[in-house]
Protein backbone atom coordinates (compact mmCIF):
# COMPACT_ATOMS: atom_id res chain seq x y z
CA UNK A 1 0.00 0.00 0.00
CA UNK A 2 1.49 3.66 -1.25
CA UNK A 3 -1.70 5.44 -1.96
CA UNK A 4 -3.52 7.01 0.71
CA UNK A 5 -6.29 9.65 1.11
CA UNK A 6 -8.16 10.44 4.56
CA UNK A 7 -11.27 12.64 4.36
CA UNK A 8 -12.05 12.85 7.67
CA UNK A 9 -11.29 11.20 10.87
CA UNK A 10 -13.97 7.94 10.15
CA UNK A 11 -12.99 7.95 6.28
CA UNK A 12 -9.78 6.35 4.93
CA UNK A 13 -9.04 5.36 1.62
CA UNK A 14 -5.84 3.07 0.70
CA UNK A 15 -4.47 1.70 -2.71
CA UNK A 16 -1.76 -0.43 -3.81
CA UNK A 17 -0.37 -3.27 -5.99
CA UNK A 18 -2.60 -6.11 -7.96
CA UNK A 19 -5.38 -3.68 -8.32
CA UNK A 20 -6.26 -3.09 -4.79
CA UNK A 21 -8.46 -0.55 -3.00
CA UNK A 22 -9.39 -0.20 0.25
CA UNK A 23 -12.18 2.01 2.01
CA UNK A 24 -13.04 1.89 5.77
CA UNK A 25 -15.80 4.66 7.15
CA UNK A 26 -15.96 3.61 10.41
CA UNK A 27 -12.01 4.67 11.08
CA UNK A 28 -10.16 2.08 10.45
CA UNK A 29 -12.82 -1.00 12.41
CA UNK A 30 -13.66 -2.33 9.14
CA UNK A 31 -13.29 -2.08 5.53
CA UNK A 32 -14.24 -3.14 2.08
CA UNK A 33 -11.92 -4.51 -0.36
CA UNK A 34 -11.58 -4.11 -4.01
CA UNK A 35 -9.89 -5.64 -7.14
CA UNK A 36 -10.42 -3.09 -9.25
CA UNK A 37 -12.08 -4.92 -12.25
CA UNK A 38 -9.75 -5.01 -15.82
CA UNK A 39 -6.52 -3.86 -13.93
CA UNK A 40 -5.88 -6.68 -11.31
CA UNK A 41 -2.33 -6.32 -12.40
CA UNK A 42 -2.21 -2.51 -12.24
CA UNK A 43 -0.10 -1.08 -9.15
CA UNK A 44 -2.44 2.09 -7.65
CA UNK A 45 0.31 4.10 -5.92
CA UNK A 46 -1.81 7.41 -4.96
CA UNK A 47 -5.57 8.02 -4.25
CA UNK A 48 -7.51 11.07 -3.79
CA UNK A 49 -10.80 10.87 -2.09
CA UNK A 50 -13.18 13.57 -1.62
CA UNK A 51 -15.88 11.52 0.70
CA UNK A 52 -16.95 7.77 1.21
CA UNK A 53 -18.73 8.14 -2.69
CA UNK A 54 -15.93 9.38 -4.65
CA UNK A 55 -11.99 8.75 -5.27
CA UNK A 56 -9.84 8.83 -7.56
CA UNK A 57 -6.76 6.44 -8.07
CA UNK A 58 -3.67 6.52 -10.05
CA UNK A 59 -1.72 3.76 -11.77
CA UNK A 60 1.39 4.26 -12.70
CA UNK A 61 2.45 2.97 -15.77
CA UNK A 62 1.80 0.07 -18.87
CA UNK A 63 -0.41 2.23 -19.45
CA UNK A 64 -0.56 4.98 -17.13
CA UNK A 65 -3.66 5.49 -16.03
CA UNK A 66 -6.72 7.21 -14.01
CA UNK A 67 -9.51 6.21 -12.62
CA UNK A 68 -12.42 7.59 -10.70
CA UNK A 69 -15.59 5.97 -9.04
CA UNK A 70 -18.67 8.29 -7.77
CA UNK A 71 -20.08 4.95 -6.00
CA UNK A 72 -17.60 3.27 -3.24
CA UNK A 73 -15.56 1.58 -5.38
CA UNK A 74 -18.00 -0.33 -7.17
CA UNK A 75 -17.50 0.99 -10.11
CA UNK A 76 -14.41 3.32 -12.16
CA UNK A 77 -14.58 4.78 -14.81
CA UNK A 78 -11.64 5.49 -16.63
CA UNK A 79 -10.69 9.51 -17.14
CA UNK A 80 -6.54 9.40 -18.35
CA UNK A 81 -5.03 6.88 -20.27
CA UNK A 82 -1.63 7.52 -21.55
CA UNK A 83 0.05 4.90 -23.71
CA UNK A 84 3.55 6.72 -24.50
CA UNK A 85 6.72 4.40 -23.85
CA UNK A 86 8.60 5.68 -21.24
CA UNK A 87 5.27 7.11 -19.13
CA UNK A 88 5.48 6.66 -15.48
CA UNK A 89 2.87 8.61 -13.13
CA UNK A 90 4.64 9.28 -9.68
CA UNK A 91 1.58 11.59 -7.54
CA UNK A 92 -1.01 13.28 -7.38
CA UNK A 93 -2.22 16.58 -5.27
CA UNK A 94 -5.38 18.44 -5.50
CA UNK A 95 -6.07 22.10 -3.44
CA UNK A 96 -9.47 21.29 -2.65
CA UNK A 97 -12.05 18.91 -4.65
CA UNK A 98 -11.88 20.17 -7.89
CA UNK A 99 -8.48 21.46 -8.97
CA UNK A 100 -5.36 19.04 -8.74
CA UNK A 101 -2.05 17.89 -10.18
CA UNK A 102 -1.09 14.75 -11.47
CA UNK A 103 3.25 14.36 -11.90
CA UNK A 104 4.71 12.22 -13.65
CA UNK A 105 8.72 11.01 -14.67
CA UNK A 106 10.13 13.28 -17.52
CA UNK A 107 9.60 12.67 -21.37
CA UNK A 108 12.40 14.67 -23.24
CA UNK A 109 14.17 16.11 -20.17
CA UNK A 110 10.93 17.62 -19.15
CA UNK A 111 8.55 16.45 -15.84
CA UNK A 112 5.10 14.70 -17.55
CA UNK A 113 2.41 17.20 -15.83
CA UNK A 114 -1.48 17.31 -16.17
CA UNK A 115 -4.04 19.02 -14.23
CA UNK A 116 -7.48 18.77 -13.51
CA UNK A 117 -10.36 21.81 -12.50
CA UNK A 118 -13.53 19.49 -12.05
CA UNK A 119 -12.30 16.82 -9.76
CA UNK A 120 -10.55 14.55 -12.21
CA UNK A 121 -12.82 14.06 -14.14
CA UNK A 122 -11.02 15.55 -17.44
CA UNK A 123 -6.79 15.70 -17.29
CA UNK A 124 -5.45 18.51 -19.20
CA UNK A 125 -1.47 17.67 -20.36
CA UNK A 126 0.69 20.97 -19.37
CA UNK A 127 2.19 22.83 -22.24
CA UNK A 128 5.95 21.87 -22.75
CA UNK A 129 6.90 25.37 -21.35
CA UNK A 130 4.98 25.05 -18.46
CA UNK A 131 6.88 21.47 -17.22
CA UNK A 132 10.02 21.47 -15.02
CA UNK A 133 13.04 20.86 -16.91
CA UNK A 134 15.20 18.29 -15.48
CA UNK A 135 19.01 16.86 -15.14
CA UNK A 136 19.64 13.44 -16.33
CA UNK A 137 19.07 10.82 -13.95
CA UNK A 138 17.01 13.03 -12.33
CA UNK A 139 13.07 12.18 -11.76
CA UNK A 140 10.55 11.58 -9.10
CA UNK A 141 10.22 8.08 -6.98
CA UNK A 142 6.60 7.14 -6.06
CA UNK A 143 6.82 5.96 -2.94
CA UNK A 144 4.08 7.94 -0.98
CA UNK A 145 2.27 10.16 -3.36
CA UNK A 146 3.82 13.11 -1.82
CA UNK A 147 6.47 14.67 -4.55
CA UNK A 148 4.14 17.37 -5.14
CA UNK A 149 2.20 19.75 -3.25
CA UNK A 150 -0.69 22.39 -4.25
CA UNK A 151 -0.10 25.82 -3.28
CA UNK A 152 -2.50 27.03 -4.76
CA UNK A 153 -5.18 26.58 -7.25
CA UNK A 154 -2.48 27.34 -9.97
CA UNK A 155 0.73 26.87 -8.20
CA UNK A 156 2.61 23.70 -6.72
CA UNK A 157 5.76 23.02 -5.16
CA UNK A 158 7.12 19.47 -6.17
CA UNK A 159 10.81 17.63 -5.47
CA UNK A 160 12.88 15.25 -7.44
CA UNK A 161 15.21 12.61 -6.92
CA UNK A 162 17.98 10.27 -8.00
CA UNK A 163 21.10 11.44 -9.58
CA UNK A 164 19.73 14.54 -8.93
CA UNK A 165 17.67 16.04 -6.27
CA UNK A 166 15.83 19.83 -6.44
CA UNK A 167 12.71 21.76 -5.59
CA UNK A 168 10.35 23.03 -8.33
CA UNK A 169 8.30 25.89 -6.77
CA UNK A 170 6.06 26.59 -10.05
CA UNK A 171 8.92 26.49 -12.71
CA UNK A 172 11.83 27.61 -10.36
CA UNK A 173 14.37 25.31 -9.69
CA UNK A 174 15.87 25.07 -6.60
CA UNK A 175 19.29 23.23 -4.68
CA UNK A 176 18.25 20.73 -2.24
CA UNK A 177 20.84 19.91 0.53
CA UNK A 178 19.39 16.15 0.55
CA UNK A 179 21.65 13.24 -0.36
CA UNK A 180 21.95 12.52 -4.50
CA UNK A 181 24.10 11.29 -6.99
CA UNK A 182 22.99 7.86 -7.78
CA UNK A 183 19.24 6.05 -8.80
CA UNK A 184 18.70 5.42 -5.50
CA UNK A 185 18.83 8.43 -3.41
CA UNK A 186 17.32 11.78 -3.10
CA UNK A 187 13.88 13.51 -2.17
CA UNK A 188 11.09 11.31 -1.46
CA UNK A 189 8.15 13.84 -0.22
CA UNK A 190 7.56 17.29 0.57
CA UNK A 191 5.17 19.15 3.35
CA UNK A 192 3.99 22.65 3.20
CA UNK A 193 3.24 23.96 6.43
CA UNK A 194 2.49 27.08 4.18
CA UNK A 195 3.39 28.80 1.11
CA UNK A 196 6.88 29.08 2.35
CA UNK A 197 7.60 26.68 5.21
CA UNK A 198 8.00 23.60 4.18
CA UNK A 199 10.32 20.16 5.35
CA UNK A 200 11.34 17.59 2.52
CA UNK A 201 12.44 14.47 3.01
CA UNK A 202 13.92 11.44 1.56
CA UNK A 203 17.77 9.57 1.76
CA UNK A 204 18.72 6.30 0.26
CA UNK A 205 16.30 3.33 -0.12
CA UNK A 206 18.50 0.27 -0.44
CA UNK A 207 19.91 1.82 2.77
CA UNK A 208 17.21 2.04 4.88
CA UNK A 209 18.93 3.57 8.58
CA UNK A 210 21.39 5.99 7.06
CA UNK A 211 20.48 9.24 8.23
CA UNK A 212 22.89 11.29 6.38
CA UNK A 213 20.81 13.89 4.23
CA UNK A 214 17.70 12.95 4.74
CA UNK A 215 15.80 15.69 5.86
CA UNK A 216 16.06 19.68 4.46
CA UNK A 217 13.75 22.26 6.04
CA UNK A 218 13.16 25.85 4.77
CA UNK A 219 11.36 28.96 6.34
CA UNK A 220 11.78 31.50 3.27
CA UNK A 221 10.72 29.26 0.16
CA UNK A 222 13.26 27.24 -0.17
CA UNK A 223 15.95 30.37 -0.67
CA UNK A 224 18.06 28.62 1.81
CA UNK A 225 17.68 25.85 3.90
CA UNK A 226 18.68 24.15 7.75
CA UNK A 227 19.21 20.26 8.76
CA UNK A 228 17.43 19.29 11.84
CA UNK A 229 19.49 18.85 15.03
CA UNK A 230 18.16 15.50 15.54
CA UNK A 231 17.21 13.99 12.09
CA UNK A 232 15.20 10.98 10.87
CA UNK A 233 16.34 7.62 11.98
CA UNK A 234 16.48 6.64 8.43
CA UNK A 235 15.42 6.74 4.77
CA UNK A 236 11.79 8.41 4.92
CA UNK A 237 9.45 7.92 1.72
CA UNK A 238 7.09 10.61 3.01
CA UNK A 239 6.21 13.37 5.52
CA UNK A 240 3.12 15.25 6.72
CA UNK A 241 2.41 18.49 8.47
CA UNK A 242 0.17 17.99 11.82
CA UNK A 243 -0.51 21.64 12.61
CA UNK A 244 1.42 24.47 14.81
CA UNK A 245 5.28 22.77 14.98
CA UNK A 246 3.82 19.26 14.49
CA UNK A 247 5.28 16.86 12.02
CA UNK A 248 5.08 13.21 10.89
CA UNK A 249 7.29 11.26 8.78
CA UNK A 250 7.47 7.72 8.16
CA UNK A 251 10.07 4.97 6.34
CA UNK A 252 10.80 1.69 5.83
CA UNK A 253 12.35 1.35 9.43
CA UNK A 254 9.66 3.23 11.27
CA UNK A 255 8.06 6.49 12.19
CA UNK A 256 9.70 9.80 13.53
CA UNK A 257 7.45 12.64 15.21
CA UNK A 258 8.83 16.64 15.82
CA UNK A 259 7.05 18.65 18.14
CA UNK A 260 9.31 21.91 17.72
CA UNK A 261 9.10 22.38 13.70
CA UNK A 262 11.23 19.37 12.60
CA UNK A 263 14.53 20.65 14.50
CA UNK A 264 14.33 17.40 16.72
CA UNK A 265 13.02 14.38 15.24
CA UNK A 266 11.89 11.25 17.81
CA UNK A 267 11.49 8.32 16.75
CA UNK A 268 7.78 6.72 18.11
CA UNK A 269 7.66 3.31 15.89
CA UNK A 270 9.90 0.89 14.45
CA UNK A 271 7.30 -0.38 12.00
CA UNK A 272 7.43 0.44 8.41
CA UNK A 273 5.19 2.66 6.63
CA UNK A 274 5.34 3.75 2.82
CA UNK A 275 2.78 6.45 3.67
CA UNK A 276 1.33 8.85 6.67
CA UNK A 277 -1.32 11.69 6.13
CA UNK A 278 -3.70 13.03 7.82
CA UNK A 279 -7.75 14.03 7.95
CA UNK A 280 -8.46 16.76 5.58
CA UNK A 281 -11.53 17.45 7.66
CA UNK A 282 -10.53 16.57 11.36
CA UNK A 283 -7.32 15.45 13.18
CA UNK A 284 -6.50 11.43 12.56
CA UNK A 285 -3.17 10.23 11.18
CA UNK A 286 -3.08 7.11 9.40
CA UNK A 287 -0.23 4.90 7.65
CA UNK A 288 -0.07 2.63 5.37
CA UNK A 289 2.97 0.23 4.09
CA UNK A 290 3.92 -3.07 2.52
CA UNK A 291 2.41 -6.66 3.59
CA UNK A 292 -1.14 -4.22 3.35
CA UNK A 293 0.22 -2.85 6.58
CA UNK A 294 -2.07 -0.06 7.90
CA UNK A 295 -1.47 2.22 11.19
CA UNK A 296 -3.66 4.91 12.97
CA UNK A 297 -1.61 7.12 15.38
CA UNK A 298 -2.87 7.36 18.88
CA UNK A 299 -1.87 10.66 20.49
Request: proline share 3%; charged share 25%; aromatic share 10%.
Amino acid sequence: MRGLSVVDDKTVWVSGSSGTVGLSTDGGDNWKWITVKGFEKTDFRDIEAFDKKTAVIMGIDTPAVILRTTDGGETWKVVFEDKTPGMFLDAMDFWDDQWGYVIGDPIGGRMFLAQTIDGGENWRKMPEANRPAVDSGEACFASSGTNIRNRSKSGFALITGGKSSHVYIHNKKLDLPIIQGTESTGANSIALKDGKSFIVVGGDFNTKDATEKNCAITIDGGLTWSVPQIPPHGYRSCIEFLGKEKWITCGLNGVDYSADGGKTFTWISKDGYHVCRMAKAGKAVYFAGGGGRIGKLEF
